[in-house]
């Protein structure tokens, strides 16, 4: 069976200033992510973990967690583009924000 999105939305997806209010609380969160992934590997190249003789960064599960925190980031930068550009060309048509596109904004 098909998801099909509530037909009644609560207020949460109500106002024409939602888009915006949204769009100013992504960017830091990225902002956010991109600097814990680069502590992250500046910790990676140097720690040895406790009774350990090899750096993290020369163990394939911590490289392989990275990877996935890089491609998880750079899906939600990707995300982030795409939709408010779907919106902004909605907005500069005058078409109303539906509601599939406000829970794409929220994901």
Partial sequence: MPWKPL?????????PLYWPAIAALVPPALGITRAAIDEAIALIATKVPAFGSKTFKRQTLVQSQLARAEAKLGAARGHLYRVFEESWQGAVAARPITLALKAKMRL
């Fill in 7 to 15: 037909e009644k939305p609560g207020t949460a997806y109500q106002g």
